[in-house]
């Protein structure tokens, strides 16, 4: 029972257009939404996260939309550079706090390659 | 000085033995937690402690047990290991999050494990 999908295994994009990278849930419950990027042989880094009450948020390339009516977010990245290159992750943490907080459910991952 | 550091990198070990993975963070979270992430990729919770508190026990086997020495260090010790324990294993750290807020989680670069 998988609570945090990504459906696109993959993603290629030219450098300088946008990367769209997306993610559904289920549970209703989660408050808080990160992206994370990761490269081969080393641990996931935080790029971005949105509150359940927002609907965006933005930091410099980077902008993560929330729709919870649909359960679905998105990354987009503009533009986009090679180093983008990476696996990115959408993850979900639970509210309530306690034995809650920082209980994050991961996405699979979807490969973005950014050709030059 | 690497934020969160993990040994070792790779460990390659037979079945039945008994490993340990270590984890430091040198960042003053006071929570820190243990991720598998399995051949399909999935990175899932397994522990979290706060303080040296267990805080998150998911439905791991009783052969997995975490030690917390210290808030700045938190330990995997695993034993009789059976081949489906092969997996990537992260530790991370975070902050203590202040009601209403959320703190990203730090990763290491990962413990490759794998069991023949």
């Known amino acids: 029972d998988q609570q945090v999908k990504q459906n696109s295994p993959s993603l290629s994009v030219q450098e300088g257009r946008i990367s769209i990278l997306n993610c559904d849930y289920t549970?209703?419950?989660?408050?808080?939404f990160l992206w994370y990027k990761k490269y081969p042989a080393e641990g996931p880094t935080f790029l971005i996260s949105i509150s359940s009450i927002k609907d965006k948020n933005e930091d410099g390339r980077f902008t993560v939309f929330l729709n919870k009516s649909a359960k679905h977010l998105s990354l987009h990245i503009v533009p986009s550079q090679p180093g983008d290159s990476a696996v990115y992750f959408c993850a979900a943490n639970l509210g309530g706090g306690g034995t809650s907080y920082g209980k994050l459910t991961f996405g699979q991952g979807t490969i973005l390659t950014v050709h030059p | 000085d690497t934020a969160v550091s993990q040994t070792p990198k790779y460990l390659v070990t037979q079945m039945g033995n008994d490993k340990s993975i270590k984890c430091e963070q040198n960042l003053g979270h006071d929570t820190m937690y243990w991720y598998k992430q399995d051949s399909k990729k999935f990175l899932k919770i397994m522990f979290s402690?706060?303080?040296?508190?267990?805080?998150i026990n998911e439905t791991v086997p009783n052969r997995f047990s975490p030690k917390s020495p210290d808030k700045a260090h938190l330990n995997l010790h695993i034993n009789s290991l059976e081949l489906g324990d092969s997996a990537v294993y992260f530790c991370?750290?975070?902050?203590?999050?202040?009601?209403?807020?959320?703190?990203?989680?730090?990763f290491g670069p990962g413990t490759r494990l794998t069991v023949t």
């Open positions: 549970n209703s419950m989660f408050d808080y």
């Open positions: 991370a750290s975070s902050p203590t999050g202040t009601s209403g807020g959320f703190n990203e989680q730090y």
């Open positions: 402690y706060n303080n040296k508190e267990l805080i």
